[in-house]
């Protein structure tokens, strides 16, 4: 496990961080986690979850503009930005999803919403075949099923492989300039401004949180979560960036035809980083969804 210095410190790195003011730390579980919120606390709850390698600065855009239809809770992920990191034998997606659980329990809450982008989405599906039970789910460019051919077996081996490797956080932080920030960034199919590489770029500079996101792809069992996604019940819009070339936008539309109660929204020209790139656009998209949920089931189901 990294050591408490190869953290991203929140007197440092957190000092201009995204919407610092709807910060605050809560003690769930065995963890102290760097939680966001942000609207009026008699509104309807959306969860947001951030995908592998990210931070709450993932929704710096998105969620304020959710915050005028919802009560918006964004929590850092264990072992993701400032939040503490859970014990290797925990961080499986099952892991993960039990220590999302710990978290709302200890705020008290039940969404009405869960928004989850990328292996943030594979969280929520968890959580909800495990009973959770809002209104509407969000796969936000959602990785819920494994990837092709060899890529399912060789991927996971290899991460598990740097994550056990104790220099490896420490040579990508090393090497995590600004031009090296760029093209991993564009290589999703999204392209972001100075201020958002500039913050991915100080999370990678820092060993524990790369070191959270190699723990998190190395656990990480896409198969098991497949085999399961059948019986997904709650009703779920997967939405999808045309030009994602993380995941391919086609798997959604696979993806819909096994689920119960699924439809597609493929939204052109944005990447894997959509709702960084454009979060108006992906407001509207998600806002619309959970309005139209709302007028065929009037009451929640939590």
Same mark, same amino acid.
């Given at each position: 496990m990294p050591a408490p210095s190869d953290r991203p410190q929140w007197e440092r790195d957190g000092a201009d961080w995204p919407n610092r003011a709807a910060s605050r730390f809560v003690r769930? +579980?065995?963890l102290t986690w760097h939680v966001q919120e942000f609207g009026a606390p008699e509104a309807p709850v959306v969860l947001l979850l951030h995908g592998t390698g990210a931070a709450t600065h993932s929704w710096a855009g998105l969620a304020?503009?959710?915050? %005028?239809?919802?009560?918006? /809770?964004?929590p850092d992920l264990p072992g993701h930005g400032f939040t503490d990191p859970l014990p290797a034998g925990r961080l499986s997606l099952p892991g993960m999803a039990g220590a999302i659980r710990d978290l709302l329990r200890t705020l008290d809450l039940s969404p009405d919403l869960v928004v989850g982008h990328s292996a943030g989405a594979?969280? !929520?599906?968890?959580?909800c075949l495990d009973g959770l039970a809002p209104r509407l789910l969000v796969a936000l460019n959602g990785a819920l099923t494994p990837f092709p051919g060899l890529a399912s077996v060789l991927f996971p081996g290899l991460a598990r492989m740097l994550f056990l490797n104790p220099v490896t956080p420490r040579i990508f932080a090393w090497t995590a300039d600004r031009p090296a920030v760029e093209r991993l960034i564009r290589g999703t199919g999204s392209r972001l401004d100075t201020r958002g590489l500039e913050l991915y770029r100080r999370l990678f500079r820092c060993p524990g949180h790369v070191a959270g996101a190699l723990g998190m792809?190395?656990?990480?069992?896409?198969?098991?979560?497949?085999?399961?996604? +059948?019986?997904?019940?709650?009703?779920?819009?997967? !939405? /999808? +960036? +045309?030009?994602?070339?993380?995941?391919?936008? %086609?798997?959604?539309?696979?993806?819909k035809d096994r689920l119960p109660d699924a439809r597609v929204r493929l939204i052109r020209n944005l990447g894997h980083l959509a709702h960084e790139e454009a979060p108006a656009r992906v407001a509207d998209e998600i806002v619309a969804a959970y309005r139209e949920q709302v007028a065929v089931q009037p009451s929640a189901g939590t």
């Open positions: 769930a +579980g065995d304020p503009l959710l915050a %005028e239809h919802f009560r918006v /809770v964004a594979a969280i !929520l599906v968890r959580l792809m190395a656990n990480w069992n896409l198969a098991a979560l497949d085999r399961e996604i +059948g019986r997904l019940a709650v009703p779920t819009l997967l !939405l /999808v +960036g +045309g030009d994602d070339r993380a995941i391919a936008p %086609e798997t959604a539309f696979a993806l």
